[in-house]
Structures are given as structure tokens and as C-alpha cells.
């Protein structure tokens, strides 16, 4: 039943980034938050994982152009499906946002209108994109609350955000920025507020709407584990870098291990492990020259 | 060289005494500060009443109190920069000694309000209960009236004159700082520090005295310094009632006063008083936004 | 006849209005023990840690540290055997505090000497620099901070310390060096743990024996051997191990 729809090796890459700087202008001088980092992103989940000040979520938010003052965005190129992001006005790249490529957010509780239902929001986010009547918006957000697994969609859709719980608010955002069926999902850390038990509900989610619509998923995290078991490709960041570009199945496999940047295997080596105890954790050295 | 050594022990990542640590941090703060003009701007003029009032027989040509009947109501002049008024007296010289008033007026009523509403507020956020209830309604039937009307009932019963004013606006001004010592605190207490503090053993006045207190300090001095132009107009208003100041005495509210009568035909006599009064109310809402800027933030 | 226990809990029940947050909760903890709380949000486990540490005074049921039974309001001799530390590094120092504030301020309390020597030995025993010693916590980094939250808990030189998910706010590179600190505090000290966690890992690593709790209650209490060996009896400590495994795409 489900499309198809990753098939064409032909078509364009959904996004494609070369080059992505974003530097802070602050009076005691100019901070890099990325440097010179270079991707593309098609039909996939593409990991991007690092520590705090990595830079990952500032990627994400560059490519929205939702960089705060006083940054500033630079790159060689950056095209959605070959349209040149760079050169584009203020206001056809808001009409991009939302409707071709959303941001689903940490934590629900700040990213909704506290005094508007969820369903109300939902409904606005498709109007500002289709032109649609009050009732064909009420009836697509409520198949959307059904798609994101909610099991009273007409209960929820009259709570206020205060009346959900986080892995519910987690779920009515991601419905939200769905609704527009956009072609690129930006993830950050959007699991990380939430339990683990609810934490793979909203994963499986999110999985099932990539293979069934061929979205194209940014998955931006801190925890390899679970980008190594959730994602396609990753992304290892570190001081506004990447590391390296590696298929997630790599991290977790012994025999790549010598093909790994000396970073990546330190993250990996100092996380405690369940199956294998140490007495001590290994301790990352950074080398100045990863930046270099 | 001095100097760049003096900014780099200043400025230094590792103090090596509680002083060196503390100064650091002023330093970093002014230098937050300088950066703001309106708020430069703002510490300007409340320095220069500093100074005017410290050298005022220097700068006043005249003795402030000298009355000279023939010469009343001169246009300004070379002889008299802003007039004279109605008994013939120096505007220029009574404006500059006005100021040693205005400086009296504000740091009475800065050393008593500010201290009261902070403990009251900061107490009755920590302690809560039975405490909190009765200091808050206290703080409510004071909030219940219109400052200057209250302020107007203090100086009737107390009597007119310069510290009865000062009394009664401090009387009137305390309630705010509480309520806002006391929504800091709220936020304050539940803080980990504050609970790790508690499982050190310290008594609750500690508590309140040596770690809420110095959190709540920078929102009220912030907010007092805001509230400094409310003051002198309030002062002001006092005075221009004939409540405040009383004759001969150079305040700037009671000199409005004074020439109300003649504020059609010689209108320098409530003119420059009044001018004063908006420039150091101006003075210390600018240096209280600046202020705001730097210590506020978290 | 067996040593006294350090912590020793029995029939613990809390109820904040009208929903009773912790169960009927016993469990106790040897000397030098390092013993696990974990379980998702809800769960009541920072609950308990705080009624162990007197900071909840609305509690009923039965608390005894090192074979003493715990009132309400705790002594202050109380806080010279017990100290925890926070969650989250950048709300647990004062901000307004230098490290060496931080650190004479239980020392003031309790009347102790020796300022001076006792506030060098517990930064050096955390692996903080001398040089450190004044700055402000916005002069430090999340790890840093944590340190000195953990400096100011040993200072008083308890037996007993209550971890509050001590490196859950932290990148995984500074929550190996917090762990390896505390791992090696606990040796040299012969200190006793509690460290409440929701990350199973973490507390396999640091516990040898841990509690699962849902929704106010021990659901089962296990040795971190079984937790390695993947073999917990109750079908909700199976789930959350299973659930920390990462995602796994059916078929």
C-alpha cells in the first residue's frame, strides 16, 4: 500500500549543504558555532550526533534560517531540491518553512500555544498552508492525531497543552509539523525529554512516516545509541565539525573499528555498558588537530 | 603598562582572593554597562548632581536665601542665568542648592525602603505560612491607597516639613519592593542551591539573610533606582502642596509652586525648577535600565 | 548477628495532595553499599532520595541512617553523615557564590577550623585545579560545576552520599570522568551510595545492587549482576531494559 517513493536514484538530493557556516558576532569576539560542514540529505534518516557546543542543532536551525542575533549564516550552497536556499527572500523562505521543511523541538511544552487546544493549532498550521474550509482542517488534524498513534484523537484535539502529557505533547508537535506534509523533517532531540518507553513509541512514529511518505528525517541527538539504532547514516560532530560521515551500522560493528575517527570511538568508549561492565570508564582526549 | 596589568589582574579567569574575585566581576559589569550610552548618559547626570551638590557654594553666585525685593522677577540674564523670583532671589543659585535637598530626600528614603521592603518580602516568601499571610495583607492595605494621596495623609498628621515628607514617602514606597523581594524569593527557594544550603545544617535566617538575600538585591536596586524619579516627583508634589519643604528652604517642588502665579507672564520661575526635576528624573530611569541590563541577568 | 544498616527504610509513604507518590517502600542499604533507584518520571524515585535527605518533611513510615531513626526535622549532626547532590550542576551553586563561598559555607555552619586546608584537600580530592578556587560558576563548565557540587557534599566529610541522577544534564565524555570521580571517592572513602538514575547502564555500572520503581512503588529489587545478565523477573524491569537497548524496527 505504501508508495514507493525513495525509488528515483535520478531525483535530486532534498538538500544539499556545502560549506555551512554560522559565526556569533558577540563583543568579546566572533564564535564559530559551525564550521565548513558539508552534506546532503535524501529520502533517509541522516544522524547528526554530538556533545553539548558541537554545533548540530545550530545546523538545523540554519537550515530554517531560525539562527538567533547576533549569528550569522554563511555557506557555499544550500538548495532545497535544487532551489538555492542563499539567495532566496525573506518570504518565500518562511513560505518553505512549515510547509517543505519543518522542526519538531525538544520540549512540547515551550513549542505550543499555551492557551489555544492542540487541535486549534494543529488545524491553524494546515490553513497557513492550504487554502481549506474550518471543517476539512478540523477532519485532517484529526486523522493526523490518529497517524501519530493518539487513541482519542476527538478528546485531544479539545485539550489545552497543559492537559497533555509530555510523550502526547511530543506526539501532537510532530502531528503539527506534519500536517503540511513537508518533504524534510528537522528532529532536535526529540525524544530526549521523554521516558524511554514513550521515547521508541515516538520514534516508531517518526520511522513509519519516513518509509511511508519518503520524507527526508534530520535526526539531531546526543545519544549514539539510539542514532546508531534509529537512523540510516550519521553525522559525528564536534567543535562545529564533522568528524565523519558513517552508515549507522558501522558504530555498533567491532570490525569497522579501526576505520573509525579516533572521536567517534571515544564517545562510543565511554559510555557504561549493560553486557560488558569496566571498572573504569574510558576518558575522551580531544586532539586539538581534529579542529585543525 | 600599569594599566594593562591592573585590567589583566581585573580580568584574570583564576582570582587568587574572594577580593580579586569580586572586583573581577564588578569589572566585567561595568564593562557591560559602558557599553550602553543611554545608561552612561543616565550615570552622568546623577553624577553631576553628586557634584553639583558637593561644590554648591562654589557654583552658586549668590546665597540662595539672600532676598533682594527691587530685583524681583528679572528676566534671565548675564547677572542672573535663569531670573529671579518673587522676593527676588537667584533661580540659578536656589536650582543648585536645590540639588543638596533632591539628595537628601532620595538617600533617606533609599536607606529606609529598601532594607524594609527586602526583609519583609524576602521573609515572607521563604518562611511562608502564617508569616507570609499576615505580612503580605499588611503590604496590601498600604498597596490599597494611592501613593500621594496616602503620603498627603502621613505629612497631615505628622506635620509639614522636609523629614515628615521624607517619612511619609518611605512609608508609602516599601510595599512594592516587598511584593517583588517576595516573588523573587518564591522562585529563589526552590532552587537546588538554596535546598543544598538546607541539607548543610543552616538555620533558616541564614538562609534568607546570606543566600536569598544577595539574589533578590540586584532586582531591587534596579527597581529603586527606577522608582528614584517617582520619588522626587513625589517629593516634588509635596513640596509644590506646601507640604513638603518648607520656606525659605531651596526645594524644587515648593519653588514651582512658588511661581505658579506668575507662570504666564514670567515664565522662568516654574520653568527651571521644573526642568531640573525632569532631568535627574530622566538621569535615574536611564541609569536604572542600564542597571537592569547588567544585573538581572542570570 | 549482621552489621547495622546504613540506610534503612521501611514502609515509606508519601502523598502530595491528593496522589500518594511514593508506596509502602522498605528497602535498606550496607555500609558501603552503592545502591541503585531507577525508574521513568513519576516513578517517585527523587522523592525518596529527598525524604532520605530531609528536604521532604511530609512523609510517613519508618527512616533509620546508620541505625539511628530519622525525625522529620533532621539534627544538625544529621548533616554531617548525609550529604546529596543535584541533578542539574548549573541550578544546584549559587550563582552569585565563588567555589570557595561554596565550600567555607558548611564549614561556617558547623563551626569547623581549618578552612583553608579542608577547602584545598576537597577540590584537590574532586580533581579541580587550585586555581579555580574563585571563580563564579558561570567561570565554570557543566562538569566543572559538578565537581564542586561534589566537593561541597564531601566536605563535611559524610558517610553516606545521595546521587540525584549526578550526570544526567551532562555530555557522555564528562559523565565518564563524574563517574570514574565518584567511582574512586567511593573507595578511597568508604563511602555509601544512593544514586537514583533512569539509565540503567549507569547504574549497572555504579551499583551492586538496584530497585525498580513505577509509580510510587519497588516493583522489583535486583543485583546488577541479573540486570547484566538480562534476567529480571518482572515484566516491567524487562520492558525498561529492553527499552534502553535503542530502537529496533520490526521485521
Given at each position: 500500500m505504501s508508495m514507493p517513493v525513495a525509488a528515483n536514484a535520478n531525483e535530486q538530493p532534498l538538500l544539499e549543504l556545502d560549506d555551512l557556516r554560522v559565526d556569533f558576532h558577540t563583543p568579546t569576539g566572533i564564535v564559530n558555532a559551525v564550521r565548513g560542514l558539508s552534506f546532503t540529505l535524501g529520502r533517509e534518516r541522516l544522524g547528526i550526533v554530538g556533545e553539548s557546543g558541537s554545533g548540530k542543532s545550530m545546523t538545523g536551525r540554519a537550515i530554517l534560517d531560525l539562527i538567533p542575533y547576533p549569528g550569522v549564516v554563511s555557506a557555499g550552497r544550500m538548495a532545497y531540491r535544487g532551489q538555492n536556499l542563499l539567495t532566496m527572500d525573506k518570504r518565500s523562505r518562511r513560505k518553505l518553512r512549515g510547509r517543505h521543511i519543518s522542526m519538531v523541538m525538544q520540549d512540547p511544552k515551550f513549542s505550543l500555544n499555551p492557551v489555544q487546544t492542540v487541535g486549534t493549532q494543529i488545524a491553524e498550521a494546515y490553513r497557513v498552508h492550504h487554502k481549506a474550509s474550518a471543517r476539512e482542517a478540523r477532519e485532517r488534524s484529526l486523522s493526523m492525531l490518529e497517524a501519530v498513534q493518539i487513541r482519542e484523537p476527538a478528546r485531544v484535539y479539545d485539550l489545552?497543552?497543559?492537559?497533555?502529557s509530555g510523550g502526547m505533547g511530543q506526539r501532537v508537535m510532530i502531528a503539527m509539523m506534519l500536517i503540511a506534509e513537508p518533504e524534510i523533517l528537522i528532529a532536535d532531540e526529540p525524544t530526549s525529554a521523554l521516558d524511554v518507553t514513550v521515547q521508541l513509541q515516538v520514534l516508531k512514529i517518526l520511522d513509519d512516516l519516513v518509509t511511508s511518505r519518503g520524507m527526508g528525517l534530520i535526526f539531531i541527538s546526543h545519544d549514539l545509541h539510539l542514532v546508531q539504532s534509529f537512523c540510516d547514516r550519521v553525522i559525528v560532530m564536534y567543535g562545529g565539525k564533522a568528524m565523519e560521515t558513517l552508515p549507522?551500522?558501522?558504530?555498533?560493528d567491532e570490525g569497522a573499528r579501526s576505520r573509525r575517527h579516533p572521536y567517534t570511538l571515544g564517545l562510543l568508549g565511554c559510555l557504561p555498558e549493560l553486557d560488558r561492565p569496566k571498572g573504569k570508564l574510558a576518558t575522551l582526549t580531544r586532539d586539538p588537530a581534529w579542529l585543525a | 603598562m600599569a594599566v594593562t596589568s591592573r585590567t589583566a589582574w581585573l580580568t584574570t579567569d583564576s582570582p587568587t582572593s574572594r577580593r580579586q574575585a569580586r572586583l573581577g566581576q564588578l569589572y566585567r559589569q561595568w564593562l557591560a554597562f559602558r557599553r550602553n550610552r543611554l545608561a552612561l548618559a543616565g550615570l552622568g547626570i546623577v553624577v553631576a548632581l553628586l557634584l553639583i551638590a558637593a561644590f554648591a557654594p562654589l557654583l552658586a553666585p549668590q546665597d540662595p536665601l539672600a532676598q533682594n525685593l527691587p530685583g524681583r522677577l528679572q528676566p534671565p540674564s548675564w547677572q542672573h542665568l535663569f531670573g529671579t523670583d518673587s522676593l527676588g532671589r537667584d533661580i540659578y543659585s536656589r536650582i543648585v542648592y536645590g540639588t543638596r535637598v533632591t539628595l537628601v530626600i532620595v538617600i533617606l528614603v533609599v536607606i529606609l525602603v529598601g532594607p524594609i521592603g527586602l526583609l519583609i518580602g524576602a521573609a515572607s516568601g521563604y518562611l511562608g505560612g502564617w508569616v507570609d499571610r499576615l505580612l503580605m495583607r499588611i503590604t496590601d492595605v498600604f498597596l490599597a491607597f494611592p501613593r500621594l494621596v496616602l503620603a498627603l495623609a502621613f505629612v497631615a498628621a505628622l506635620g509639614p516639613g522636609l523629614e515628615n515628607a521624607v517619612i511619609a514617602i518611605a512609608i508609602t514606597a516599601w510595599p512594592p519592593y516587598a511584593r517583588v523581594a517576595r516573588a523573587e524569593t518564591l522562585i529563589i527557594r526552590s532552587q537546588d542551591y538554596i535546598a543544598a544550603v538546607r541539607l548543610q545544617g543552616a538555620s533558616q535566617w541564614r538562609i534568607v539573610w546570606k543566600h536569598v538575600v544577595p539574589m533578590c538585591l540586584p532586582s531591587l536596586i534596579v527597581r529603586t533606582t527606577l522608582d528614584m524619579a517617582g520619588i522626587i516627583l513625589t517629593a516634588a508634589g509635596l513640596g509644590f502642596l506646601g507640604l513638603g519643604a518648607q520656606p525659605p528652604i531651596p526645594e524644587w517642588g515648593a519653588m514651582i509652586s512658588a511661581g505658579r502665579e506668575q507662570i504666564f507672564d514670567q515664565w522662568w520661575v516654574a520653568t527651571f525648577p521644573g526642568l531640573a526635576i525632569c532631568i535627574v528624573a530622566l538621569g535615574f530611569n536611564l541609569l536604572g535600565d542600564g542597571l537592569r541590563d547588567v544585573m538581572d541577568q542570570r | 548477628m549482621t552489621a547495622t544498616p546504613a540506610i534503612a527504610v521501611e514502609k515509606l509513604n508519601v502523598f502530595f495532595g491528593d496522589s500518594?507518590?511514593?508506596?509502602?517502600l522498605s528497602f535498606t542499604v550496607s555500609p558501603g553499599e552503592s545502591y541503585g533507584i531507577v525508574g521513568e518520571s513519576g516513578s517517585g524515585k527523587s522523592t525518596v532520595l529527598r525524604v532520605l535527605a530531609g528536604l521532604n518533611r511530609d512523609w510517613s513510615g519508618a527512616v533509620a541512617i546508620l541505625g539511628e531513626s530519622q525525625p522529620k526535622l533532621r539534627s544538625k549532626a544529621f548533616y554531617r553523615s548525609s550529604q546529596m547532590v543535584f541533578q542539574d550542576p548549573y541550578g544546584s551553586?549559587?550563582?552569585?557564590?565563588?567555589v570557595d563561598d561554596t565550600l567555607a559555607e558548611p564549614l561556617t555552619i558547623h563551626g569547623l577550623g581549618d578552612a583553608q586546608a579542608r577547602i584545598g584537600r576537597a577540590m584537590s580530592d574532586v580533581g579541580l585545579p587550585a586555581s579555580f578556587r574563585f571563580r563564579y560558576p558561570h567561570q565554570l563548565s557543566g562538569g566543572q560545576r559538578q565537581r564542586v557540587a561534589i566537593a561541597r557534599a564531601l566536605v563535611l566529610e559524610p558517610t553516606i552520599l545521595l546521587l540525584d541522577?549526578?550526570?544526567?544534564?551532562?555530555?557522555v565524555s564528562i559523565q565518564a570522568e563524574v563517574l570514574n570521580l565518584l567511582t574512586s571517592l567511593r573507595h578511597a572513602r568508604k563511602l555509601t551510595y544512593i544514586l537514583v538514575s533512569h539509565d540503567l547502564a549507569v547504574v549497572a555500572h555504579m551499583c551492586e545492587r538496584l530497585l525498580v520503581m513505577q509509580f510510587g512503588a519497588g516493583v522489583e529489587e535486583m543485583t546488577a549482576a541479573t540486570l547484566a545478565a538480562r534476567a529480571p523477573k518482572t515484566d516491567y524491569a524487562r520492558q525498561l531494559l529492553t527499552a534502553s537497548e535503542g530502537f529496533r524496527r520490526a521485521g
Amino acid at each position: 500500500m505504501s508508495m514507493p517513493v525513495a525509488a528515483n536514484a535520478n531525483e535530486q538530493p532534498l538538500l544539499e549543504l556545502d560549506d555551512l557556516r554560522v559565526d556569533f558576532h558577540t563583543p568579546t569576539g566572533i564564535v564559530n558555532a559551525v564550521r565548513g560542514l558539508s552534506f546532503t540529505l535524501g529520502r533517509e534518516r541522516l544522524g547528526i550526533v554530538g556533545e553539548s557546543g558541537s554545533g548540530k542543532s545550530m545546523t538545523g536551525r540554519a537550515i530554517l534560517d531560525l539562527i538567533p542575533y547576533p549569528g550569522v549564516v554563511s555557506a557555499g550552497r544550500m538548495a532545497y531540491r535544487g532551489q538555492n536556499l542563499l539567495t532566496m527572500d525573506k518570504r518565500s523562505r518562511r513560505k518553505l518553512r512549515g510547509r517543505h521543511i519543518s522542526m519538531v523541538m525538544q520540549d512540547p511544552k515551550f513549542s505550543l500555544n499555551p492557551v489555544q487546544t492542540v487541535g486549534t493549532q494543529i488545524a491553524e498550521a494546515y490553513r497557513v498552508h492550504h487554502k481549506a474550509s474550518a471543517r476539512e482542517a478540523r477532519e485532517r488534524s484529526l486523522s493526523m492525531l490518529e497517524a501519530v498513534q493518539i487513541r482519542e484523537p476527538a478528546r485531544v484535539y479539545d485539550l489545552y497543552p497543559h492537559e497533555v502529557s509530555g510523550g502526547m505533547g511530543q506526539r501532537v508537535m510532530i502531528a503539527m509539523m506534519l500536517i503540511a506534509e513537508p518533504e524534510i523533517l528537522i528532529a532536535d532531540e526529540p525524544t530526549s525529554a521523554l521516558d524511554v518507553t514513550v521515547q521508541l513509541q515516538v520514534l516508531k512514529i517518526l520511522d513509519d512516516l519516513v518509509t511511508s511518505r519518503g520524507m527526508g528525517l534530520i535526526f539531531i541527538s546526543h545519544d549514539l545509541h539510539l542514532v546508531q539504532s534509529f537512523c540510516d547514516r550519521v553525522i559525528v560532530m564536534y567543535g562545529g565539525k564533522a568528524m565523519e560521515t558513517l552508515p549507522a551500522a558501522e558504530l555498533s560493528d567491532e570490525g569497522a573499528r579501526s576505520r573509525r575517527h579516533p572521536y567517534t570511538l571515544g564517545l562510543l568508549g565511554c559510555l557504561p555498558e549493560l553486557d560488558r561492565p569496566k571498572g573504569k570508564l574510558a576518558t575522551l582526549t580531544r586532539d586539538p588537530a581534529w579542529l585543525a | 603598562m600599569a594599566v594593562t596589568s591592573r585590567t589583566a589582574w581585573l580580568t584574570t579567569d583564576s582570582p587568587t582572593s574572594r577580593r580579586q574575585a569580586r572586583l573581577g566581576q564588578l569589572y566585567r559589569q561595568w564593562l557591560a554597562f559602558r557599553r550602553n550610552r543611554l545608561a552612561l548618559a543616565g550615570l552622568g547626570i546623577v553624577v553631576a548632581l553628586l557634584l553639583i551638590a558637593a561644590f554648591a557654594p562654589l557654583l552658586a553666585p549668590q546665597d540662595p536665601l539672600a532676598q533682594n525685593l527691587p530685583g524681583r522677577l528679572q528676566p534671565p540674564s548675564w547677572q542672573h542665568l535663569f531670573g529671579t523670583d518673587s522676593l527676588g532671589r537667584d533661580i540659578y543659585s536656589r536650582i543648585v542648592y536645590g540639588t543638596r535637598v533632591t539628595l537628601v530626600i532620595v538617600i533617606l528614603v533609599v536607606i529606609l525602603v529598601g532594607p524594609i521592603g527586602l526583609l519583609i518580602g524576602a521573609a515572607s516568601g521563604y518562611l511562608g505560612g502564617w508569616v507570609d499571610r499576615l505580612l503580605m495583607r499588611i503590604t496590601d492595605v498600604f498597596l490599597a491607597f494611592p501613593r500621594l494621596v496616602l503620603a498627603l495623609a502621613f505629612v497631615a498628621a505628622l506635620g509639614p516639613g522636609l523629614e515628615n515628607a521624607v517619612i511619609a514617602i518611605a512609608i508609602t514606597a516599601w510595599p512594592p519592593y516587598a511584593r517583588v523581594a517576595r516573588a523573587e524569593t518564591l522562585i529563589i527557594r526552590s532552587q537546588d542551591y538554596i535546598a543544598a544550603v538546607r541539607l548543610q545544617g543552616a538555620s533558616q535566617w541564614r538562609i534568607v539573610w546570606k543566600h536569598v538575600v544577595p539574589m533578590c538585591l540586584p532586582s531591587l536596586i534596579v527597581r529603586t533606582t527606577l522608582d528614584m524619579a517617582g520619588i522626587i516627583l513625589t517629593a516634588a508634589g509635596l513640596g509644590f502642596l506646601g507640604l513638603g519643604a518648607q520656606p525659605p528652604i531651596p526645594e524644587w517642588g515648593a519653588m514651582i509652586s512658588a511661581g505658579r502665579e506668575q507662570i504666564f507672564d514670567q515664565w522662568w520661575v516654574a520653568t527651571f525648577p521644573g526642568l531640573a526635576i525632569c532631568i535627574v528624573a530622566l538621569g535615574f530611569n536611564l541609569l536604572g535600565d542600564g542597571l537592569r541590563d547588567v544585573m538581572d541577568q542570570r | 548477628m549482621t552489621a547495622t544498616p546504613a540506610i534503612a527504610v521501611e514502609k515509606l509513604n508519601v502523598f502530595f495532595g491528593d496522589s500518594h507518590v511514593v508506596k509502602d517502600l522498605s528497602f535498606t542499604v550496607s555500609p558501603g553499599e552503592s545502591y541503585g533507584i531507577v525508574g521513568e518520571s513519576g516513578s517517585g524515585k527523587s522523592t525518596v532520595l529527598r525524604v532520605l535527605a530531609g528536604l521532604n518533611r511530609d512523609w510517613s513510615g519508618a527512616v533509620a541512617i546508620l541505625g539511628e531513626s530519622q525525625p522529620k526535622l533532621r539534627s544538625k549532626a544529621f548533616y554531617r553523615s548525609s550529604q546529596m547532590v543535584f541533578q542539574d550542576p548549573y541550578g544546584s551553586l549559587h550563582p552569585k557564590k565563588t567555589v570557595d563561598d561554596t565550600l567555607a559555607e558548611p564549614l561556617t555552619i558547623h563551626g569547623l577550623g581549618d578552612a583553608q586546608a579542608r577547602i584545598g584537600r576537597a577540590m584537590s580530592d574532586v580533581g579541580l585545579p587550585a586555581s579555580f578556587r574563585f571563580r563564579y560558576p558561570h567561570q565554570l563548565s557543566g562538569g566543572q560545576r559538578q565537581r564542586v557540587a561534589i566537593a561541597r557534599a564531601l566536605v563535611l566529610e559524610p558517610t553516606i552520599l545521595l546521587l540525584d541522577e549526578p550526570t544526567s544534564a551532562l555530555d557522555v565524555s564528562i559523565q565518564a570522568e563524574v563517574l570514574n570521580l565518584l567511582t574512586s571517592l567511593r573507595h578511597a572513602r568508604k563511602l555509601t551510595y544512593i544514586l537514583v538514575s533512569h539509565d540503567l547502564a549507569v547504574v549497572a555500572h555504579m551499583c551492586e545492587r538496584l530497585l525498580v520503581m513505577q509509580f510510587g512503588a519497588g516493583v522489583e529489587e535486583m543485583t546488577a549482576a541479573t540486570l547484566a545478565a538480562r534476567a529480571p523477573k518482572t515484566d516491567y524491569a524487562r520492558q525498561l531494559l529492553t527499552a534502553s537497548e535503542g530502537f529496533r524496527r520490526a521485521g
